[in-house]
């Protein structure tokens, strides 16, 4: 998964506050500066297991504060994964 693509999540799960530009450098920018909380980071999240076929734990997720960790979680969940199957 990339940027791109959890920015898009992001957008169609829990909108964009005002002021906020996705589309900019916003890798390491804190989900609470974006306007995104932890139900909406749950509510992505949820998406992205159901989609992927991945579990994140809760804690995982929890310590997800920017988008490039979440990213990270979630890649290395992918990964493996896909040395599993």
Do not use: W
Request: with cysteine; charged share 25%.
């Amino acid at each position: 998964m990339d940027l791109k693509e959890l920015t898009t999540l992001l957008r169609d799960c829990a909108g964009v506050g005002e002021g906020v530009d996705l589309d900019g450098d916003v890798l390491d920018v804190p989900f609470d500066d974006l306007g995104y909380d932890s139900l909406a980071i749950l509510q992505v999240t949820g998406v992205i297991e159901r989609d992927y076929h991945i579990q994140l734990s809760d804690d995982t997720v929890a310590e997800a504060s920017t988008p490039r960790i979440l990213l990270e979680f979630i890649n290395d969940c992918l990964s493996s994964t896909a040395k599993a199957a």
